[in-house]
């Protein structure tokens, strides 16, 4: 059975890393969708928590795809399903340049381990969960960024940042 891993902070997932997602179940048997700590992203919007359950909510239509979350390195958690292939999406050069450098660091920390990239969807190539986090500080209208399932969540986690901050 082919294994892919789709690893991420999905800090909030958005239609873009649904559409990797959605293409690589077609690819794969089996797809893990995997919430994850990125160091270098110090203040989440999200705990890991509401993260897997907006994830679960808005894959729940792909019946070979799962979600779980891990506070480790990530090809210490490839290692735990034998044969797994990490799948990531790429929009752009600079996308490349930062997952070509963790690829490299994966590989040291787990030779087997392959990563493959898709290319994104032309449509998606601007958005990213910074930006929906940014459109929702604002109360922009997120339909067309993110899954419809979870946009409330985002409106509501926004609306409590705005009343912390006084505005
Ligand atoms: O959605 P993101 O934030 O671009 O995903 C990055 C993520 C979470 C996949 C990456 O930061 C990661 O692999 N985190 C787990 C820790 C790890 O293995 N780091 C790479 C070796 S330093």
Known sequence: MSIAICPGSFDPITLG???IIR?????????????????TKTSPMFTVEERVDMVRRAVSRYPNVTVDSYSGL???????HEGAVLVKGLRAASDFEYEFQMNLINKKINPSLET????????????????V???????????????????????RKAKQWRSHDGK
Do not use: W
């Open 17 to 19: 890393h649904l559409n």
């Open 23 to 39: 293409r690589t179940s077609r690819i794969f048997d089996r797809v893990i969708v995997c919430v994850m700590f990125n160091s």
């Open 74 to 80: 990530l090809a210490e958690y490839a290692k735990a």
């Open 116 to 131: 493959m990239f898709l290319t994104s969807d032309g449509k998606y190539t601007f958005l990213s969960s910074s930006v």
């Open 133 to 155: 986090r940014e459109m929702a500080q604002y109360g922009a209208d997120l339909s067309g960024l993110v899954p419809n399932e979870i946009i409330e969540d985002i409106e």
